[in-house]
């Protein structure tokens, strides 16, 4: 068995007593490399030209991903940000059967969409 995390490796351990290797994501960093702050400055401004303030997750909506605890704390930052168009990015579904439904959680907590 091979799993690409640690996390997995420990779940698949607690059910199987089977072998299990770790080989971890794998980057091409001829590819993927960090962008020069000028650059990034432009590609905001395009992704995010209203918003000001800009929180960006890209997770599955996994209860161990604690979707709430993150949306507790972006209802409270709402309340001490001083910024006009803050924007929290969730790259994720809104309903997930292995997680949560964001929307609900959203609307309980009164954060704008």
């Given at each position: 068995?091979?799993?690409?995390?640690?996390?997995?490796?420990?779940?698949?351990?607690?059910?199987?007593?089977?072998?299990?290797?770790?080989?971890?994501?794998?980057?091409?960093?001829?590819?993927?490399?960090?962008?020069?702050?000028?650059?990034?400055?432009?590609?905001?401004?395009?992704?995010?030209?209203?918003?000001?303030?800009?929180?960006?997750?890209v997770n599955r909506n996994q209860?161990?991903?604690?979707?709430?605890?993150?949306?507790?704390?972006?209802a409270e930052a709402l309340k001490?940000?001083?910024?006009?168009?803050?924007?929290?990015?969730?790259h994720a579904l809104e309903k997930?059967?292995?997680?949560?439904?964001?929307?609900?959680?959203?609307?309980?907590?009164?954060?704008?969409?």
């Amino acid at each position: 068995m091979i799993t690409y995390t640690n996390y997995g490796k420990e779940q698949f351990a607690k059910h199987s007593n089977q072998k299990v290797e770790v080989i971890p994501h794998g980057c091409n960093f001829k590819d993927y490399f960090k962008m020069p702050s000028t650059k990034q400055r432009k590609l905001r401004q395009k992704l995010f030209p209203n918003n000001d303030f800009v929180l960006v997750t890209v997770n599955r909506n996994q209860v161990r991903k604690d979707y709430p605890s993150l949306l507790i704390g972006w209802a409270e930052a709402l309340k001490k940000v001083e910024s006009k168009s803050p924007l929290l990015y969730i790259h994720a579904l809104e309903k997930d059967d292995a997680g949560y439904d964001l929307g609900a959680i959203i609307k309980t907590l009164n954060i704008p969409r």
